[in-house]
């Protein structure tokens, strides 16, 4: 019968054999910490300063409920007491925006996340004011999803031209 028991960085087995009970541990080569970490709470402050202007340039006066790294994925995960979600690379460079449900991003964002060709391209559609997300995919497309029936997002190149619509 084994029973383990995990105490912070250390292993620690416990083995009953015939009466025998010995106990092994396996060496902390962590110096003390708790091993990898995937993700954990950040201090808003610790953000690359590129990311903390954008928050403060549009979203001035409105809380933040969550602030997260996600090493492995080198990303920043915000969310914001009104709702807004954001991601950012390590370079603090927007990498997604998300509007609250049943809500839409403003068109001033819109309009300056986008290419100039990309936003006059929504606002000759009249869809300027519904977009819902955006999300920049690796420097080569940009997806913008809109509060509109299926197909709801259209998709553009960096330099703002129209690829498609898609479900």
Same mark, same amino acid.
């Given at each position: 019968?084994?029973?383990?028991?995990?105490?912070?960085?250390?292993?620690?087995?416990?083995?009953?054999? %015939?009466?025998? /009970?010995? =106990?092994?541990?396996?060496?902390?080569?962590?110096?003390?910490?708790?091993?990898?970490?995937?993700?954990?709470? =950040?201090?808003? /402050?610790?953000?690359?300063?590129?990311?903390?202007?954008?928050? %403060?340039?549009?979203?001035?006066?409105?809380?933040?409920?969550?602030?997260?790294?996600?090493?492995?994925?080198?990303?920043?995960?915000?969310?914001?007491?009104?709702?807004?979600?954001?991601?950012?690379?390590?370079?603090?460079?927007?990498?997604?925006?998300?509007? @609250?449900?049943?809500?839409?991003?403003? @068109? %001033?964002?819109?309009?300056?996340?986008?290419?100039?060709?990309?936003?006059?391209?929504?606002?000759? /559609?009249?869809?300027?004011?519904?977009?819902? %997300?955006?999300?920049?995919?690796?420097?080569?497309?940009?997806?913008?999803?809109?509060?509109?029936? /299926? @197909?709801?997002?259209?998709?553009?190149?960096?330099?703002?031209?129209?690829?498609?619509?898609?479900?």
């Amino acid at each position: 019968m084994k029973t383990h028991f995990i105490f912070g960085a250390a292993f620690v087995a416990v083995v009953a054999l %015939s009466g025998y /009970d010995a =106990q092994a541990r396996r060496p902390d080569l962590t110096g003390g910490n708790p091993g990898i970490v995937i993700s954990g709470s =950040q201090d808003y /402050d610790g953000m690359p300063e590129k990311a903390k202007h954008f928050i %403060s340039k549009h979203f001035s006066g409105v809380g933040i409920s969550k602030c997260e790294k996600y090493f492995a994925k080198g990303k920043y995960e915000v969310e914001l007491a009104n709702g807004v979600d954001m991601e950012f690379n390590t370079k603090g460079e927007l990498t997604e925006i998300d509007a @609250p449900d049943n809500a839409f991003l403003a @068109p %001033s964002i819109v309009k300056e996340l986008l290419h100039r060709s990309a936003y006059s391209h929504l606002e000759k /559609d009249g869809l300027d004011s519904k977009v819902e %997300s955006i999300e920049f995919n690796r420097g080569k497309a940009v997806e913008v999803e809109l509060g509109i029936p /299926d @197909p709801d997002t259209y998709v553009f190149d960096i330099d703002g031209n129209f690829i498609a619509i898609r479900d």
